[in-house]
């Protein structure tokens, strides 16, 4: 069964550059979620989107954004890096409706140096 | 969002079944109980859900109390693929809002 992909798998920027993550959600799934996981920290919601709107917003810093595209996919963009923003960035999507379970890419690993 | 309360850690062997347990006392009417667990570094991976009523599927089962204050994720034979970190979230609709879980190692 197709899975959530996200790319880039690894990236590695310096600090105060840009940094684009690409996620493509399972088919027929209009939810898109966006979280972030620190090293030895729970993952933390940062954004989501519903149908291409804004649905939720977390603990997302001004510094970063997202989008929904008509196809689905979504960008987590991400300007003037800092080092506290190494992390595993995590996309999940799901189908629409209360109990649809989320399912989780394998996530991209950004290391600001 | 309702809180949920998980041992910090557990252990098991191989091939004996595991309890996970969860306590979530003040949980509202349209809180599904769900289950991820995360292995490292990889994304969290849906276990299972429900409301009321206990649910089975291939991975484990979740029985959920008749209060639903709480509930236990149980893994009817674990192996050494089921170490992981163990999430109980509690969740109406939308986001997962993860909490502490609880990591289960296996022993050989």
């Known amino acids: 069964a197709a899975g959530v992909i996200q790319s880039p798998r690894h990236l590695i920027k310096e600090k105060r550059e840009t940094a684009t993550l690409k996620c493509y959600p399972i088919?027929?799934?209009?939810?898109v979620y966006w979280y972030q996981q620190g090293p030895g920290q729970d993952p933390q919601f940062l954004i989501s989107?519903?149908?291409?709107?804004?649905?939720d917003k977390g603990s997302i810093p001004d510094r970063f954004s997202a989008q929904q595209f008509s196809d689905y996919h979504s960008e987590l963009n991400m300007s003037s890096l800092e080092l506290g923003d190494s992390a595993l960035y995590f996309c999940a999507s799901s189908q629409s409706g209360g109990s649809s379970p989320l399912h989780f890419g394998n996530g991209t690993r950004l290391t600001v140096t | 969002d309702a809180k949920t309360t998980q041992p910090n850690s557990m252990e098991s062997n191989e091939e004996e079944p595991v309890h996970l347990p969860c306590n979530h006392s003040?949980?509202?009417?349209?809180?599904?109980i769900h289950w991820y667990r995360q292995l490292p570094s990889q994304g969290p991976e849906y276990v299972i859900h429900g409301l009321t009523s206990n649910v089975n599927n291939r991975m484990a089962s979740l029985a959920i109390a008749e209060d639903r204050k709480s509930s236990t994720l149980i893994l009817h034979r674990a192996t050494l693929r089921d170490a992981a970190v163990y999430y109980c979230?509690?969740?109406?609709?939308?986001?997962?809002?993860f909490g502490q879980g609880t990591i289960l190692t296996v022993h050989p």
């Open positions: 979230i509690l969740r109406p609709y939308g986001k997962l809002t």
């Open positions: 989107f519903y149908e291409k709107m804004q649905s």
């Open positions: 003040t949980i509202s009417g349209t809180d599904y």
């Open positions: 088919p027929r799934h209009d939810t």
